[in-house]
């Protein structure tokens, strides 16, 4: 079995910061893209920025220049460090890995519970 558990959510004010971690739990041999995606009430959850094995990034194009998404494969954990934080990033912040590899198996497209972001103006 193979969980993802994020942390590091809260409460800033406009222009604070918060970094977000994201663990992966198991017997876990590698994992493949992890990345952050985020949603609001009503809406669809959206990506916010993905880290491959090889360390190339992607970020949507709200957050370019503010995030800055890292992983450590020796903990099997990603990072988010969100600078410059706007209202509109108020959400809740989930953590995906598309493939975690075991001794045993494959999981594919696993998701963490989330960890509420909220941003004061």
């Keep these: 079995q193979v969980q993802l558990v994020e942390s590091g959510g809260g409460l800033v004010q406009t ?3 918060l970094r977000l971690s ?3 739990s198991g017997n876990i041999f590698s994992i493949g893209t992890m990345g952050w995606y985020r ?6 959850r959206e990506l916010v920025a993905t880290v491959a094995g090889d360390g190339s990034t992607y970020y ?6 503010r995030f800055s998404i890292s992983r450590d494969n ?3 954990t990603v990072y988010l460090q969100m600078n410059s934080l706007k209202p509109e990033d108020t959400a809740v ?7 975690v590899y075991t001794p045993r198996t494959m ?3 696993t998701w963490g519970r989330g960890t509420q972001v ?3 103006s």
Excluded at 39 to 44: L, S
Excluded at 60 to 65: I, P, R, T
Excluded at 93 to 99: E, G, L
């Design 118 to 120: 909220t941003v004061s």
């Design 107 to 109: 999981y594919s497209d």
């Design 93 to 99: 912040y989930f953590c995906n890995a598309d493939r």
């Design 15 to 17: 222009g604070g910061s």
């Design 39 to 44: 949603q609001t009430p009503g809406n669809q």
């Design 60 to 65: 949507a194009d709200s957050v370019k220049g």
């Design 74 to 76: 020796t903990k099997n």
């Design 22 to 24: 994201c663990a992966a």
